[in-house]
């Protein structure tokens, strides 16, 4: 277990940690014992990835909000979201809300997969691949998910619906073709890079 160290307190009572390449802050207190299993989860996506042939760019940073309305304020995501990533940024919930929850080490790997991931993706695979690489897809109900015949377009913008059930519908729906296209092709076909000789 590595030491964690602070590089500053901020005014505000935020406080920032680097471990590796990557930077979190955090603004409340009790995210202080969620750390440990960030930089875990995250040291493992990045070998993962590399593993398929995704790199994460250098400079990641990890803004935790300190609460509910902090997180849709700062991302303008309705609170039922964990995180959202733009670029190297992943803006998540309270740390310790999402551990408690038993999702930490779920989101900080799917939000790991939108860094590294080929520009291009269109939405539904995106996240279909980001929520199959998580290991999101595996507590998903095998069921039909009543989108089976929707177009991959129109699933793309489903998922930018903000009401909960309708959107969760559209992440297993675009989880199930991800899933089904990563088993037949394999990875980098599916995301597009040459096949390693
Ligand atoms: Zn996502």
Redesign the pocket.
Known sequence: MALLLVLADHPAGAAEVRRGGLVVEYTDARDRTALNTVFLAWSDAVRDLQAIGLNVPEGVRIEAAGSAAAFTASTGEPPGVAASTRGRMIRTQRLSALGARGLLPFTVR?EAF?TAQPAGLPRWLA?GL?RTFSGEALNDLRGPTGLDRVTDASLSARLLVRDPARLSAAYHEATRRARMLVQKRGWRAVLGLPAKE
Do not use: L, M, S
């Open positions: 799917h939108h996240e980001a």
